[in-house]
């Protein structure tokens, strides 16, 4: 069965510093990986996704992530945040059939 | 398209009564997904249907907790009787063929509170 682990609850960050948000995942088959953002009192919005190619992945916003496969990890990176980035990102792993396992989510809190 | 449709935004009842939460996905999209977000338990997957099929309902916390998707452009999440545990925020998605690596579109979510 597929997990999805994300470290950080929380991570305060000043405006305009880069950011990191940590994602590892565990499976036996090959994944399709996901980052979600969810901002206050709205529904759930894809920031990325990595399929297969290339392990570097862009994404809206100016976030990207980079797929690791043999530290099983899916990181979530931007060079420069703005306060509109606070909010709450889930890391998902999907089996390649139609479920999404998604991680507990980190809060981003960015501050001026 | 306007993406996914819930009803209602926002619903406080007491306990025991009954609660109907509906859903209307995306135009075309084949599999619909209900999730259920607390504080203590995250996001949690109830159930999902593909092709107006409930293919996987192992998230159903209880006999109390029931969902149907009559055709393809409607589904309900219904929860009779309500209890105070119940209180969450209950999201839909929906999608194009999961299994190739399509994502996933979610609603607003119905806040649900039980007094």
């Known amino acids: 069965a597929q997990s999805v682990t994300q470290l950080d609850s929380q991570v305060p960050v000043f405006e305009e510093a880069p950011v990191e948000l940590r994602c590892n995942y565990s499976s036996s088959v090959s994944v399709y990986l996901f980052w979600y953002v969810q901002y206050p009192n709205q529904g759930l919005q894809l920031l990325l996704k990595?399929?297969?190619?290339?392990?570097l992945v862009k994404g809206i916003n100016g976030f990207e992530a980079e797929f690791n496969k043999s530290q099983t990890s899916f990181h979530l990176r931007k060079p420069s945040v703005h306060i509109s980035d606070t909010a709450e990102y889930f890391c998902a792993v999907s089996d390649g059939f139609q479920k999404l396992v998604f991680g507990t989510g980190t809060r981003l809190l960015v501050s001026p | 398209d306007a993406g996914v449709i819930q009803s209602p935004r926002h619903e406080v009842t007491e306990m025991g009564q009954e609660v109907t939460l509906r859903c209307k996905p995306i135009?075309?999209?084949?599999?619909l997904f209900w999730y259920r977000q607390t504080m203590m338990r995250g996001l949690e997957l109830l159930i999902y249907f593909n092709n107006n099929v409930p293919i996987d309902d192992s998230g159903m916390p209880e006999d109390r907790f029931s969902a149907k998707m009559p055709n393809a452009s409607f589904s309900t999440l219904k929860i009779q009787p309500s209890e105070p545990r119940d209180s969450a925020v209950y999201f839909c998605?929906?999608?194009?063929?999961?299994?190739?690596?399509?994502?996933?579109?979610f609603g607003p979510g119905t806040r649900l509170t039980v007094t």
């Open positions: 135009s075309g999209h084949n599999s």
């Open positions: 990595y399929l297969s190619g290339s392990t």
């Open positions: 998605a929906s999608s194009l063929d999961p299994s190739q690596g399509r994502e996933q579109y």
